[in-house]
């Protein structure tokens, strides 16, 4: 829709996805706020100066996509007349807490051009008014992934979310917890916390929440002190309901099955 300024504006999409095309008469500058969504941005022609809070600065030129973070504000001066912006929520990139930083990469990494290439395709598509349902699902599924795989995040960001999980299941290895419990505790989704494991870990959450209780009960097989100790007692408090799966995982990490670790800590005692 035009405006009194000059510019040109049309939008399109929902609350999770959306496009936004500009276009105006003359150079721009100004500051851009922290907003409630992550921006992927283009330029068909010109070029942008933008700068960041903390003062790192691009210099973007045409077909060129730049992420601008969620929850960081940024200056740009720009003489370009024609741009587009993708909105995406944070919610639709695993963010269930405070929205995360992305780290720009290198102009010339060719990680943009899977991203270069879903652009050009996902902004005409979000534009078409008869859009079925079920395939702005299919848009926003392949917008996550691809945004997801082009831009990473921000080591403090990951630092932090890794560091809240970690402490998470350690205090709560004895209670039932589920995978969804760690993830809220870190404030990812399922998804976000199986790929911050995997990269972090090479294991999955599932995995690591496993082995966390495996050394709990080698612990607890070795020091216990008083008392009727039984492997199956300790086992199940430890939520392994399945003895001969927890027995064959048991041998695989500690090389002796739990009834041998048991002996060798009476033996000590």
């Not at 150079?27 to 922290?34: F, H, K, V």
């Not at 007349?81 to 010339?108: C, K, N």
């Not at 607890?220 to 027995?247: P, Q, Y």
Request: charged content about 30%.
């Amino acid at each position: 829709m035009p405006t009194d300024d000059g510019w040109f504006e049309l939008r399109s999409g929902d609350d999770e996805l959306w496009v936004h095309r500009i276009r105006t008469d003359g150079p721009q500058s100004g500051t851009i706020g922290p907003r409630p969504d992550h921006v992927v941005f283009w330029l068909a022609d010109g070029h942008a100066t933008v700068t960041a809070e903390d003062g790192a600065r691009w210099d973007v030129r045409p077909g060129q996509p730049m992420v601008l973070s969620a929850p960081a504000a940024y200056g740009f001066d720009t003489d370009a007349t024609h741009m587009t912006l993708l909105h995406v929520a944070p919610s639709l990139l695993g963010d269930t807490d405070e929205p995360h930083r992305f780290v720009q990469p290198d102009p010339t990494d060719n990680r943009l051009d899977p991203l270069r290439a879903l652009l050009r395709d996902v902004v005409d598509r979000l534009l078409d008014p008869a859009l079925p349902e079920e395939h702005l699902r299919a848009l926003k599924h392949r917008v996550a992934t691809v945004v997801l795989s082009t831009y990473t995040r921000a080591r403090t960001d990951v630092e932090q979310r890794m560091r809240r999980a970690v402490a998470f299941v350690d205090e709560h290895a004895r209670d039932p917890i589920t995978v969804a419990d760690v993830a809220d505790a870190c404030g990812l989704s399922e998804r976000g916390l199986q790929d911050l494991f995997r990269r972090r870990f090479g294991v999955t959450p599932t995995r690591y929440l496993r082995e966390v209780r495996l050394d709990r009960v080698h612990l607890e097989l070795i020091v216990r002190r008083s008392g009727v100790v039984t492997v199956h007692d300790v086992a199940h408090r430890w939520h392994f309901a399945h003895l001969g799966r927890f027995a064959a995982s048991y041998r695989a990490r500690f090389g002796e099955q739990p009834h041998e670790t048991l002996e060798r800590g009476r033996g000590r005692r």
